[in-house]
């Protein structure tokens, strides 16, 4: 009789701890770093709930990305407009080449005579080109604009870690792929690289979690895919110290990616 109490007292005590380990009070979670994420596929950040998972190049290489790419002009570009054919009121001779540009200022805006204010961010070349024209044509017939972009200030990409020379590079109208940029910092780190992990780390919207791609570049064909995964405004290019397991805690101090920006675009202007 008294083991049939023992056993029952015994089986209460297992239930109430089973239904507390199982509840949170206000203002705690649950831990989300456990054995059933794989450290080696997941990348563990504070400031976000869920763990984010790691997404190799080879997924989402997109080859007519580079064919289709066009150029989307930004806050602090240059643009040059050309009139041609009206040159009492558009001169195109005898003026510096800086005399013609257009700085596109906060607002995404750049100012045109004839045209006023003239929307340029978001805009192609040819989209820009298109709107003057037309504005110019209420005043002038037929009028020929040519419009370039001249100075590609907006947008950037860096590259950090265990690479000869951390830089940052203007994105233009040619797109860049990460194999351009490793070599534009020239190339990995031959005394410190760990050439298998290689990070692209990319903000992707302001409510959603960054995305985070690995390449592999001590596998031939990832230079391939390295060479057609192209790279996008802000993202950060991290190559990990060879010996150094604790890339994951590495990776986490990229973040809040804002803040992160201001202080690695220092660095990389020094």
Known sequence: MNLMIMKKKISLIVTIILINGCSLSPGMHMETKSSFFDESEYVFIDSF???IKL???SEIVDL????NYLYKIGIGDQIAVTVWGLPEIFPVTN??????????????NIFFPYVGLVVAKGKTQDELRDDVTNRLADYFTDPQVDVTIARFNSQQ?????????PIKLNITDVPISLSKAIGESFGLNTN???????FIIRQNGVEENPLIFHANLKNPSSFIEAGNFYLKNNDIVYVNASGTTRWNKVISQFFPFSSFLNSVDNLTND
Do not use: H, M, W
């Open 192 to 198: 410190t690289a760990a050439g298998s992990e290689v």
């Open 95 to 108: 003026i510096s080449p800086d005399q013609n540009l257009r700085r596109v200022d906060a607002n995404g």
């Open 55 to 57: 997404i190799s190049i």
């Open 64 to 67: 007519s990305y580079k064919n």
């Open 157 to 165: 990409i860096f590259v950090l870690g265990e690479v000869t020379k």
């Open 49 to 51: 709930k869920e763990p």
